[in-house]
Every structure is written in structure tokens, then in C-alpha cells.
């Protein structure tokens, strides 16, 4: 099956006529082709095993029937997606291709090297987007997903790129998708692709929608709870969508392309090494607080303009309220490297006098938040540096002394005991093999709050930015 040739323009939206109604990308997850692609897919999802392929000859029958009908739905809403040409025909191909084949692991490598979103970051464009992946932070499962996305992607920000210049940052919202992303998932990454050989990436996207829904859910009740007098301007953001989308276009903008920039002493795909969970804690806090820093020089520049510097200010309090309240208490306490994060973050803030937990009322002292979390972005980018010089281990064994300079460890801790002589002089993994899974546990605030934030920080899972009304 191949599409018919479309004009590869980005402008506008061509109407489609299907069965006698019409649709375009704005209302294609209502269209026939859509619902009945979506329906294949999850019908399709009980048929794969873990690594996508179909192992049971006798479902290969049904899965064929499937397939069919999701690369025809594919080829009916092609049209109303011109700027998707190429990748939805490579996609088409790739399904064919796996149907041929038996149906063994799927291979989605052409597909995926022909689908380029980031070259087309227009504000509201829409993107019709199937593969056989995973879910980060949802399915280990590798099966065929599909959704319908939008770009986010507001004139400042294009603006704020040329300064902070992320060629592969995509940002999006969820439209409507399949079962793998009713989940806490958050990202669309290219990685997650079911694919023979890896390319070479050319975009990574991120719902700020989700993130920005949760956050808006989570922060209220958090507040609330805590008896948190809030500012008026985090006040105008929990009751605006857009606004919250658009604090974290701009806060993930300048935190993913800081992963690659920075005194780093090691590769920062960090994902593709063995090291102690605390050492992933430092490193995603550290690209957070280098778009906190980041903020506040862009808040007290004299040439900022106004809408810039209102966001900027968002921002700075995101960062600290989405770690404070929501890292913390999301996930299990199996190595849960980023609510470690939040919890020193709380703890530095506490320990420096800028957030005070008095006669149950939570309280912060904006005016010198700036400059204590700057401090803590600064203590992590001085252990960075010093770490050019050392060995592996002694990098991790100076990380766990900053960490447990503000965070106290578990009483059962090796580590914090020391490591016995046999740990320090043989290979790396005793060294992480040391680390408990729950190394630094919750403070006696966190437990108390843990027990009145759990069902509302459960309730965001699968969160859209449309799921929640504008007050």
C-alpha cells in the first residue's frame, strides 16, 4: 500500500472526505479512520509478547486482519498530514514488511529515520504518529502504539531558542492516543522504537500538556495541604493551562539541551552505564537547576521583555514545586533517583532558612530562594568539575557526600558506614551493588504528607492538558 503524492506543506489543514464526512488534522481523532485505526491497535496489543513480535502462529491470522486495517487507516488520514508524507508511507511499508516476515520482532527503522517532527516546530501542528515502542514511565512492552499529537511551540519560545539552541527538543500535547500512554508517560522519545540499528536522533519530544495538568492538580492539593500561601503569580498558572504549558516548554527547553553542556566528567547518556542511583539524581537536578539559574539571570536582565521575564519567574517556582511535591511522592522507593532529587531539594532549602515548616503551615521566603538554589546548582557543577580529575568510584563517593551533607542516609546504610576495604578495591558494580534501594528515605514530613498526597498524585495518571477546566 502507498499514499497518494501531497504537496509537503505545512500550511493549513487539506480536508480529507471519508465515507461521505470530512475531517482535517484538527478533527481527525473523531474521524472513522482514526477510531477504527486506535481500535486495531489495542486489539492487536494482547497478540505481542514483550519484544512486539507475534509468537503464536495460530493469532497470526487475526493479526494480519489487523494490521490491514491499521495501515488503511493510515493511508485514509495521511492526507490531512502532508508534512508526514514520507514517514507515514515508511511506516505503511514497515508494517508490511512485518506481516511478511511472521510477524518476528518488529523492525521500524525506516519509518522512524523518515519521521522528523523537529523540523516542523509550528505552533498547533498536528502529527499522526504509530510505531511499535515502549512507554517510558508506563508499558516495558514494546508494542504498536498510536496517537494523534500537537505541536507547543509559542512565538517566545521560538524566540527563547535562538539563545538556547535545542535543535532536537519537541514539545507536544496528547490528543489522543492508545493504551501505553494512559500511563504517567510523558516523553515520545525515538529510542523507545522497535528498530534494527540506531540512527542518528534527530528529535526528542515531551508532553507539556501532561506535565503541565499534573503539575496543576498536584501543586493545588499540595498547597492546600500544607497550608501554603501561594503567590499571586503561581496562582494565575494552577488556574491557566496554557500558561503552565507553556512554563514547562520553556523550563524542559533549556534542561534537556544541559545534559550535553556543563564540565562533564562522563558520557551524559548516563542511561547507557551501571552507577549508583543518587549519581542519575544529581544530574537530572543538575539540568533543572540550570534552567532554574538560567530563569533568574533572564528575570533580572535588564533587556528581558515582559512576557519573558513573567515567565521566567514561572519557571523558577515550577522547578521547585514540581520536586518538592510531586517528584517526591511519585513512584515506588526502589531507587527512585528523582524523588531523591526533590528531597534535597527540599532539605537544601530548609537547612538554608528560605522554606520553613512551622505550626504545620508551610511557608518559603521567595525573596532569597534565588540565590540559596543557585548555591545548590552551583555545589553540584563544582563536584562536576573536580570529578574531570578523579576516578569513577571516587566521583560517586564524593557524590554521596554532598548528598548526605543535607540528606540523612538510611541508619542500615554500607555507605554511609564506609565501604569495606574488599567494595573500594574491586570492580565498580560492588559499588552499586552496596547501594540499598532506599538509601535515603523520606523524612517524617514526607511520610505524613505521602499518606494525604497519594490518591491525588495516582489520580493524574493519564492526564491530559484537556482534562483539566480552566478556573
Not at 493545588?220 to 500544607?226: C, E, N, P, S, V
Not at 531539594?345 to 518559603?364: G, N
Amino acid at each position: 500500500m502507498t499514499l497518494a503524492t501531497a504537496t509537503p506543506s505545512i500550511i493549513g489543514e487539506p480536508e480529507v472526505v471519508e465515507d461521505g464526512a470530512s475531517f482535517t488534522a484538527r478533527t481527525a481523532e473523531t474521524s472513522a479512520a482514526w477510531l477504527d485505526l486506535k481500535a486495531a491497535v489495542v486489539e492487536l496489543q494482547p497478540l505481542q509478547v514483550q519484544d512486539g513480535s507475534i509468537p503464536k502462529k495460530a493469532d497470526h491470522a487475526a493479526a494480519k486482519k489487523l494490521v490491514a486495517r491499521i495501515t488503511r487507516g493510515i493511508a485514509t488520514l495521511a492526507p490531512a498530514f502532508p508534512h508526514d508524507a514520507a514517514y507515514l508511507e515508511a511506516a505503511i511499508a514497515d508494517f508490511e514488511k512485518w506481516v511478511a516476515g511472521g510477524f518476528g520482532v518488529p523492525d521500524f527503522y525506516d519509518a522512524l529515520v523518515a519521521f522528523d517532527p523537529a523540523a516542523h516546530r509550528v505552533d498547533q501542528l498536528r502529527h499522526l504518529v504509530v510505531f511499535p515502542m515502549y512507554t517510558q514511565n508506563g508499558s516495558p512492552d514494546r508494542h504498536v502504539e498510536a496517537l494523534i499529537v500537537e505541536v507547543i511551540w509559542p512565538e517566545f519560545i521560538a524566540k527563547l531558542e535562538e539563545t538556547y539552541t535545542n535543535k532536537l527538543f519537541l514539545s507536544l500535547r496528547l490528543v489522543d492516543f492508545t493504551p501505553g500512554y494512559d500511563t504517567n508517560s510523558a516523553v515520545l522519545f525515538p529510542e523507545t522504537v522497535a528498530m534494527r540499528e540506531i540512527p542518528p536522533f534527530t528529535w526528542g519530544a515531551i508532553f507539556q500538556d501532561r506535565e503541565a495538568a499534573r503539575y496543576r492538580v498536584v501543586v493545588k492539593a499540595a498547597a492546600d495541604i500544607t497550608k501554603l500561601d501561594l503567590p499571586a503569580s503561581d496562582l494565575e498558572m494552577l488556574g491557566d493551562q496554557s500558561i503552565a504549558e507553556e512554563t514547562f516548554v520553556m523550563w524542559d527547553l533549556i534542561h534537556d539541551r544541559s545534559h550535553m553542556r556543563g564540565d562533564l566528567p562522563f558520557d551524559p547518556f548516563m542511561i547507557k552505564q551501571r552507577m549508583p542511583y543518587f549519581l542519575y539524581s544529581l544530574e537530572e537536578l543538575r539540568c533543572d537547576l540550570t534552567a532554574f539559574r538560567e530563569c533568574v539571570a533572564l528575570e533580572r536582565a535588564k533587556g528581558t521583555d515582559q512576557h519573558t521575564r513573567t515567565m521566567a519567574k514561572h519557571v523558577q517556582h515550577a522547578v521547585i514545586f514540581d520536586r518538592i511535591f510531586r517528584f517526591v511522592l511519585t513512584g515506588s522507593r526502589v531507587r527512585n533517583y528523582d524523588g531523591l532529587g526533590g528531597q534535597l531539594l527540599f532539605a537544601w532549602m530548609h537547612q538554608h532558612h528560605v522554606l520553613h515548616w512551622t505550626d504545620t503551615s508551610l511557608a518559603i521566603d521567595w525573596e532569597n530562594v534565588p540565590d540559596v538554589v543557585v548555591a545548590l546548582s552551583d555545589a553540584i557543577n563544582e563536584l562536576y568539575w573536580k570529578s574531570i580529575d578523579r576516578p569513577k568510584t571516587a566521583h560517586w563517593l564524593a557524590a554521596y557526600e554532598l548528598v548526605r551533607g543535607t540528606l540523612e542516609p538510611n541508619p542500615a546504610s554500607v555507605w554511609a558506614k564506609g565501604l569495606p576495604q574488599e567494595v573500594l578495591a574491586g570492580a565498580p558494580k560492588g559499588y552499586t551493588d552496596a547501594v540499598l534501594d532506599d538509601e535515603f528515605p523520606l523524612s517524617m514530613f514526607y511520610e505524613a504528607l505521602a499518606k494525604k498526597m497519594g490518591d491525588v498524585i495516582e489520580s493524574t495518571k493519564g492526564i491530559r492538558g484537556t482534562a483539566t477546566a480552566r478556573a
